[in-house]
């Protein structure tokens, strides 16, 4: 697969200019990498400069409402083995932040690209992608963004009639029914520990029945297809049937799932899974997640969780009880202002842990412990959390902005 | 009833469960069982009958296709029906409530008929979605103190004569008939837009279900020192924000 060269032209090479003056600017004021704002700027003044950017590179579109920015760049380390890459990787994942990211790599053969679930559709239309992967859909800030049914059902409309190859979890029910009006489809079978919000068949609406781990509406025939790669406890199963050892650094079953699917990709570009999975081994903390840091005299690893299905993932990779835990909670714009979907998360699952719980919604999670029958202390910030909590690792689980404001707090 | 249990039922948390419903719940199980009393949940999918001899059943909100769907099959069961027939306690949230009428806009912009449990007739508002904090004086028939909740609808709801309106906001929407009024309520039968988790903001409500199931005039406190934290701090953010 290989890129096309030619160059960019004029219009696009002043767009590319005048855009990362934009974000210099934007950094020089103190505002973040300025990479949206470059981006937009580029965007004003070539509509079409993402899809010319794209042009020279294999395009690997990553896209879920868990596990994007993880597998994004597993996919891109794997890459690595056969070519540079370019890569979103700070997670700037709608349209100005994709251009931003792309027009910093013109060395590169592959660009590996997050994209918001919502701009999928646009953004597999502009840049011509070889390859899609797609994790999982679930509820997410809901009082924001569109109905989970709803993002599928977009993304079917989008999938129809592109050429890309798609690599999709085949025990997402809202996956499978998006990725099946795409002729090219490779199935990873990873796994799907949060199911509430896929009970009711896409296609028909009746009641989707699930036995062991297959799954099937019995009134339309819609049903589970056969996947060609497998999570298998710690291994990746590949199409012939072999088992791959997955070695990570980040934790849980989750990231394995992920490098199940980045392996998948990376064998479409003819990365063998052996060397893809070594690869992986190099990421460590994204973006400041899964990083553990001393504060306060003691060790904290910083978990981030944004919905009811990160939550249940995150549950099952901290260490077993008596090991604290803080929770953090904000519902501020980025968080989606709601907080009702607290109670969508199985907070019995962590009986035995000394609890903690901080953030701007600290009362909400409070009577979302009492009435699940857990025994917690409120505390003001996480200074005061850290110093009454039991010797040990502390597990800090927060959800977006909680997550941000922890990480300035601690100095991550 | 036998003395010392109750039975609930959470009607199709398949399709209607998208805003948090279980919290509603849970907090009713957590606060009869706090008072000692044996409770039996059950919690039935919509390719389940509905069985009419439980004491409390909750509906919870959804989205616009499931809601259909919830409707469809709960008028095949008849079981919800039967249920408010022998006098049942039902609480009902967004699209639960909805259905619970005479009528509801779906999600093919048709009239698809409710069950006819409480009076009122829903359609879509023009002025997009009502969403934030609300704050409401329920009616003092109930004798409550103020509903503080979260809404999240572009529903609307006109009350017929035999429905009394659960509330009258202060801060918020409520049925969006710009009327003031907030759900309904006739007999054991309740209606809300506050979404997902209402009983969490207010317990008293969750108490009153229970009340009203074991036929009792009080039951024993228990602490509310956490719900009256988080009621305290909304009532004053809704009233902030507006
Ligand atoms: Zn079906």
Redesign the pocket.
């Known amino acids: 697969m290989a890129g096309n060269t030619e160059p960019l032209s004029p219009r696009s090479k002043l767009a590319v200019t005048a855009g990362k003056a934009a974000a210099a600017v934007s950094r020089a004021a103190g505002k973040g990498s300025g990479s949206v704002i470059g981006g937009k700027v580029a965007l004003r003044l070539d509509p079409d400069l993402l899809g010319r950017l794209a042009g020279h590179l294999d395009v690997v579109l990553v896209s879920a409402t868990n596990g994007k920015t993880t597998t994004t760049r597993l996919i891109a380390e794997a890459l690595r083995a056969s070519g540079p890459v370019v890569s979103n990787a700070l997670g700037a994942n709608m349209p100005a932040g994709i251009t931003s990211a792309l027009a910093g790599g013109s060395d590169a053969r592959y660009g590996v690209i997050e994209v918001d679930e919502k701009y999928l559709s646009t953004v597999a239309r502009d840049v011509t992608p070889k390859a899609i992967a797609l994790l999982n859909l679930s509820r997410d800030q809901l009082d924001r963004a569109a109905e989970t049914r709803m993002l599928a059902e977009r993304w079917r409309e989008g999938l129809a009639g592109n050429k890309a190859l798609v690599v999709a979890n085949a025990d997402d029910p809202l996956v499978v029914w998006a990725a099946s009006s795409s002729p090219n489809v490779v199935w990873v079978a990873v796994g799907q520990e949060w199911k509430d919000d896929a009970w009711s068949?896409?296609?028909?609406?009746?009641v989707?029945q699930r036995p062991g781990e297959d799954w099937l509406?019995?009134?339309?025939?819609?049903r589970r297809p056969v996947p060609s790669w497998a999570l298998s406890g710690e291994h990746v199963l590949d199409p012939h049937g072999a088992a791959w050892p997955i070695r990570l650094q980040l934790p849980g079953r989750a990231n394995r799932a992920n490098a199940t699917t980045a392996a998948a990709v990376a064998a479409a570009f003819g990365v063998h899974p052996q060397t893809a999975l070594e690869r992986m081994w190099e990421v460590t903390a994204v973006a400041g997640r899964y990083d553990t840091v001393q504060f306060g005299g003691r060790d904290l690893r910083l978990l981030l969780a944004k919905n009811p299905a990160g939550w249940l993932e995150t549950f099952s990779l901290i260490d077993p009880p008596p090991t604290p835990v803080v929770l953090s909670v904000n519902a501020r714009g980025a968080d989606g202002t709601d907080t009702s979907w607290l109670w969508d998360v199985d907070y019995t699952r962590l009986t035995g842990h000394p609890l903690y719980v901080i953030g701007d919604r600290k009362l909400d999670l409070a009577v979302r412990l009492e009435v699940a029958n857990q025994s917690f202390r409120v505390c003001e910030h996480v200074d005061e959390a850290v110093a009454a909590a039991p010797p040990g690792r502390i597990e800090v689980i927060a959800n977006y902005t909680a997550f941000q404001d922890l990480r300035r707090r601690v100095g991550n | 009833m036998n003395d010392n249990s109750l039975r609930l039922v959470w009607v199709y948390p398949d399709l209607l469960s998208t805003y948090g419903d279980q919290g509603n719940a849970l907090v009713v199980e957590r606060r009869a069982r706090q008072r000692g009393y044996d409770v039996t949940r059950v919690d039935v999918r919509s390719d389940q009958p509905v069985p009419a001899s439980a004491d409390i059943y909750l509906i919870g909100g959804g989205e616009d296709r499931p809601q259909r769907l919830a409707a469809e099959r709960l008028r095949r069961d008849g079981g919800l029906s039967r249920a408010a027939g022998n006098g049942a306690i039902i609480f009902s949230v967004c699209a639960g409530y909805q259905i619970l009428g005479h009528e509801f806009i779906n999600d093919l912009d048709r009239q698809e008929p409710g069950l006819g449990l409480l009076d009122v007739t829903s359609g879509r508002g023009q002025a997009g979605r009502c969403v934030g904090d609300v704050l409401a004086d329920i009616d003092p028939q109930l004798g409550l103190p103020q509903l503080t909740g979260f809404e999240n609808h572009q529903g609307v709801t006109h009350l017929g004569p035999t429905a009394k309106p659960l509330a009258r906001v202060r801060f918020g929407h409520g049925n969006g008939t710009g009327d003031g009024t907030e759900g309904a309520w006739n007999g054991n039968v309740f209606g809300t837009y506050m979404h997902g988790p209402v009983l969490a903001r207010n317990p008293q409500i969750a108490d009153l279900l229970i009340r009203l199931a074991l036929e009792s005039q009080g039951l024993a406190p228990v602490d509310d020192r956490w719900y009256e934290a988080l009621r305290n701090e909304r009532i004053a953010a809704a009233s902030a924000s507006r």
């Open positions: 068949c896409p296609s028909c609406g009746g989707l509406c019995a009134e339309c025939g819609f």
